[in-house]
C-alpha cells in the first residue's frame, strides 16, 4: 500500500511540474530521475534506481491506459 502512495505521490509531483504526457526518451528517464532525487531518495541508491523505474513505468502504464 505504501508503495502505491508513494508512486503516485511520484507521479502527482511529476505531472505538476512536466505534464503527463510521457514517451520513451531519455529526457523522460531525467524528468523522473529528479523527481525522485525532489523527493529526497539519494542518487547513488539501488532505492533510487527502483525509484525511477517504477516511476517510469507507472507513467507510462497510466498514460497508455486510456490511449492519450
Known amino acids: 500500500m505504501l508503495r502505491i502512495v508513494l508512486i503516485f505521490s511520484f507521479a502527482a ?3 505538476t511540474s ?3 504526457k510521457v514517451n520513451a ?3 523522460d528517464w531525467a524528468k523522473e530521475r529528479l523527481a525522485c532525487a525532489a523527493f ?3 542518487p547513488g ?4 534506481d527502483k525509484c ?3 516511476l517510469h513505468h507507472s507513467l507510462w502504464a497510466e498514460e497508455n491506459l486510456y490511449g492519450s
Do not use: K, P, Q
Open 18 to 20: 512536466v505534464g503527463l
Open 40 to 42: 529526497g531518495i539519494d
Open 52 to 54: 525511477v523505474a517504477d
Open 25 to 27: 526518451t531519455e529526457s
Open 45 to 48: 541508491s539501488a532505492a533510487f
Open 13 to 15: 509531483l511529476l505531472a
